[in-house]
């Protein structure tokens, strides 16, 4: 066996493709084609089956889509483990997967502190696409994490960062809504929502239908937490979203923030990196920036420990 043979492998298993993993691999597709053949050698199985028109794995080569993660996972970690990491001089590139409430009200002040402080170093932020948020860390085409903490897997290392209560937001030229709404006045108003995730659902809609067994009505729905503020301006729907971000986009736009009428618990956010990179000397310290920044986020809020 050629190691360099996981690697493809490694790609095949996941794009069950042979085009779009030449694409991965920068090979040709013969190149790959001629790898895949010494695999089904190797292994004596067919590992990719061809079912109508597309390609479907066969029992063993489901049973080694994990074991051959892991073994690359592990090597990479090993060849990439430098004895320091010296964050004034180093060249590296980190992605966080993140939502766009984390990226605006946490990460963009973590950024503009890196740019002085490691300006060889890029961050790149990406949000969640159509799988869920823990396979990009599986497969370790992210590095860090940081979502809700009822999301978080077991399989990985992770700690709390900060915390956030939720507001209502309004236009300020509502005239259903001069005031702060009671709960009545929540319910029979138009709201906005956002939906995501690879199953599309809204986000809290489960929370109200089990604390108050009536739903929200939906009047728009956005595909991130950013737009939502610009679907309320000029109507007479209310949102619900997290505080900092009512009071980061309430700077720019004509927006009211109301308390909730109702008791919610805070969110907190977490973060959370893939278990073989747990010592690495770069993830060690970028995990250190990141929980220093929380503090200090924590100090003008709700603590992550609440």
Not at 62 to 86: C, K, M
Not at 122 to 140: A, N, S, W, Y
Not at 248 to 271: D, G, N, W
Request: net charge negative; hydrophobic share 40%.
């Amino acid at each position: 066996m050629d190691l360099n043979l996981l690697v493809v492998l490694d790609v095949l298993l996941d794009e069950r493709n042979v085009t779009r993993a030449s694409e991965r691999l920068n090979l040709s597709q013969s190149g790959t084609s001629t790898a895949l053949s010494r695999l089904r050698e190797f292994f004596d199985d067919q590992l990719l089956v061809p079912m109508g028109r597309k390609m479907v794995l066969t029992p063993l080569s489901q049973s080694l889509v994990e074991p051959v993660r892991e073994i690359l996972l592990q090597a990479h970690s090993l060849i990439d483990a430098t004895p320091g990491f010296n964050p004034e001089t180093a060249t590296r590139q980190f992605t966080i997967m993140a939502s766009d409430y984390v990226a605006t009200v946490f990460l963009t002040p973590v950024v503009e502190q890196l740019s002085k402080e490691a300006p060889g170093v890029v961050i790149e932020i990406v949000q969640q696409g159509q799988t869920t948020p823990h396979e990009p860390l599986d497969r370790g085409d992210v590095d860090f994490l940081i979502l809700p903490e009822k999301y978080i897997s077991s399989e990985h290392p992770a700690q709390r960062l900060f915390a956030d209560n939720y507001v209502c937001i309004s236009w300020q030229g509502n005239t259903q809504c001069p005031g702060d709404p009671d709960l009545e006045a929540y319910f029979a108003m138009g709201h906005v929502v956002t939906r995501f995730g690879p199953q599309r659902g809204m986000a809290f809609d489960e929370w109200f239908l089990e604390r108050f067994e009536r739903p929200r009505r939906v009047e728009a729905i956005a595909m991130n937490f950013a737009l939502v503020p610009h679907l309320v301006v000029g109507t007479q729907r209310l949102a619900t979203t997290h505080r900092r971000f009512a009071e980061q986009y309430a700077k720019y736009l004509p927006i009211r923030i109301h308390p909730l009428p109702f008791e919610m618990s805070p969110i907190v956010e977490t973060l959370q990196w893939n278990r073989f990179s747990d010592r690495h000397p770069a993830t060690t310290w970028l995990r250190g920036v990141l929980t220093q920044s929380a503090a200090a986020l924590s100090k003008d809020g709700v603590p992550a420990s609440k």
